[in-house]
């Protein structure tokens, strides 16, 4: 149901807004009322209503300032970031944390929002050092994935009748062993992240699969991200300020060196 209503919000953008309160409600009563958090259930949660944020900042925040819920929303999400493996996930952080620091100065007069505000940019220094590799793994998981299918295929047919029965045979042999091939690849990655002790046996696993396509592919993450910070630095210096207080030197490199690309 989170994946669902991540999509129409995606999807319809600035129209989602007929759907977008009951869909607020419902995720942070999920989220309130959950007996137990586990990893997959808490992403596509805290996605949901990231979803709301890139779209509408002001509303999402009333959402969650109704249910007293802005302080704790914030600190699960930032639990979160760093353990993101996901293109996706990181995209999106990205994302609503940038139209967060571009809405306008009432929506965050708060004093929960000015402490929110001043973890931002360790935030957002986490997500661009951990979207390069992310990016590459992917693409590289999709490649090797469709140079097995390529190696699966390319059966020659006979003229005679015989032959092309045998031909049937093998496609349909090929097209098993593809599907095995490709579970058998689910599987390693699913013991690849419980092994690096990012997630519990008891939870459920978080696997990108490199078949799947999502709304934010043909994102340029790095370029929006640089016309995110400089409109901060340019419209609201001491917002900027206050987001980017706590980096250390090798932080601030690595946001500086994706404004200067």
């Given at each position: ?81 760093p353990k993101l493996t996901r293109v ?62 390529d190696g699966a295929g390319g059966f ?88 980017f207080q706590k980096l250390n030197a ?12």
């Amino acid at each position: 149901a989170g994946e669902i209503a991540q999509k129409l919000i995606l999807a319809l953008e600035k129209s989602s807004n007929l759907y977008l309160e009951e869909i607020l409600q419902i995720t942070t009563d999920n989220l309130i009322n959950a007996e137990e958090m586990v990893n997959l259930y808490s992403i596509n949660m805290i996605d949901t209503i990231v979803s709301a944020l890139v779209y509408y900042p002001v509303e999402t925040l009333k959402v969650l300032e109704s249910k007293n819920f802005v302080l704790v929303f914030f600190k699960l999400w930032f639990q979160y970031i760093p353990k993101l493996t996901r293109v996706y996930d990181l995209k999106l952080s990205t994302l609503g944390l940038l139209s967060l620091i571009n809405v306008q100065s009432s929506a965050l007069a708060s004093s929960q929002m000015i402490e929110v505000m001043s973890e931002v940019g360790v935030m957002l220094t986490v997500l661009m050092e951990k979207l390069p590799k992310a990016i590459q793994d992917l693409e590289k998981r999709r490649k090797d994935y469709d140079g097995e299918l390529d190696g699966a295929g390319g059966f020659e047919y006979g003229e005679d009748d015989e032959e092309e029965w045998e031909n049937e045979d093998a496609d349909e042999d090929a097209d098993a062993a593809a599907q095995d091939d490709y579970l058998e690849f689910l599987n390693a990655e699913a013991a690849k992240l419980k092994n690096s002790g990012f997630y519990d046996d008891a939870e459920e696993d978080v696997i990108e699969d490199p078949l799947a396509s999502t709304i934010l592919d043909g994102l340029n993450v790095f370029a929006t991200f640089k016309e995110g910070i400089l409109s901060v630095q340019a419209n609201a210096p001491q917002r900027y300020q206050v987001i980017f207080q706590k980096l250390n030197a090798e932080q601030q490199s690595t946001i500086n060196d994706v404004i200067q690309i």
